[in-house]
């Protein structure tokens, strides 16, 4: 099939990736090109040339902002994407895809839909955005196309606007993220952004509660918090990794004998959880969001929301747990293959027109 992906233009679609958003476009991507379809992607000029881009900003939305601005500014950054997705949609207008593919947060993609020649599928990767919902409300939902949500939790939070979507889970690529390291240590793991949102401060009082040294993985989001919130409650033991290729995040993510997973909102899916299990490893997280869809209780174990001593001993309870059961779960249950042969049964259901 022929498929035009519209991709968000926030961060480059390329490693390392800023984000789950990132990670999900290059390999959703990647895994629909291996499979025989003719993908354009249309994303900032900066993404990973080996994937089909074709540039719809020079560079990522956010960065580009801080190069210029010295700051991240939303007005800014929002009328650079506005203009782009708008040119965009015009052009998709005269195009002969056969499916289009809409990733992105913008509502510029909705406002133009019924242009198109063949309906467009959006997945909502986010919880409601005002400006999607009022997109979405004022033009009637069947005009902005069709929605596929990325867990049921997320779905009922959309319900708002959106009385139908269809629910696929992420899916992580199980071939890469795999049991890398043959021997378990005592050491716990966060990995992600870190900032406020991500609760990073509250999975080290809990692996500490817990008995446990943490190794704390990714880049730092925002610089107030990590000095303030995570910096000062590191102990010897324990250690801040920075920003690791994906390579390396997976040896440690393998060799850890649990994964903290701490949002202090409702997380639309998580991926962590997916690429946690996919290496063996439980998770210990918050009940929020979509968690409580993603852990059982044979791969992991929930702690109420921002209850340091429940995920403490949450921690210590997926010490017992499997790490071959994780995995397996993890290849079932969120695999990349199966995630995508999901989406190409929508293809090929989906409207080939779009009704007059």
């Not at 063949?118 to 009637?140: F, K, S, W």
């Amino acid at each position: 099939m022929k498929i035009g992906i519209i991709g968000h233009l926030k961060f480059p679609i390329a490693k390392p990736f800023a984000g789950g958003l990132e990670t999900f476009t290059h390999q959703f991507v990647s895994r629909l090109v291996s499979r025989g379809h003719q993908v354009t992607l249309f994303a900032a000029g900066d993404s990973d040339p080996r994937l089909p881009v074709h540039p719809v900003v020079a560079a990522g939305t956010i960065p580009d902002s801080q190069r210029r601005l010295g700051h991240y500014d939303v007005e800014w950054v929002e009328s650079v994407e506005d203009e782009a997705y708008a040119n965009l949609m015009a052009n998709l207008a005269s195009s002969n895809f056969d499916v289009i593919h809409n990733h992105s947060l913008s509502p510029i993609p909705l406002r133009f839909a019924s242009t198109l020649p063949v309906r467009m599928l959006t997945t909502l990767h986010a919880p409601p955005l005002p400006r999607m919902v009022d997109e979405i409300r004022d033009r009637g939902p069947l005009a902005c196309g069709d929605f596929v949500n990325i867990s049921e939790a997320n779905a009922n939070a959309w319900s708002i606007a959106l009385p139908r979507q269809t629910v696929i889970h992420n899916g992580v690529d199980t071939d890469f993220w795999k049991t890398c390291s043959s021997t378990k240590t005592q050491r716990a793991i966060w990995f992600g952004r870190i900032l406020s949102d991500k609760g990073t401060h509250y999975a080290i009082d809990a692996a500490h509660r817990a008995g446990l040294s943490i190794d704390v993985v990714g880049p730092i989001s925002d610089q107030q918090y990590f000095d303030r919130e995570v910096f000062p409650r590191l102990q010897p033991g324990d250690a801040f990794l920075g920003h690791r290729d994906h390579d390396e995040l997976c040896q440690l993510i393998s060799r850890s004998a649990v994964a903290l997973v701490t949002p202090c909102w409702d997380e639309p899916f998580g991926l962590v959880v997916a690429e946690a299990l996919a290496c063996g490893t439980p998770v210990a997280g918050f009940a929020r969001g979509a968690l409580p869809e993603l852990i059982t209780q044979h791969v992991g174990q929930l702690a109420a929301p921002d209850n340091v001593d429940e995920l403490a001993h949450a921690v210590k309870r997926c010490l017992q747990l499997s790490g071959e059961v994780c995995r397996r779960v993890a290849q079932e249950q969120f695999g990349l293959l199966r995630m995508v042969r999901n989406y190409e049964q929508l293809y090929q259901i989906a409207p080939t027109e779009v009704a007059a």
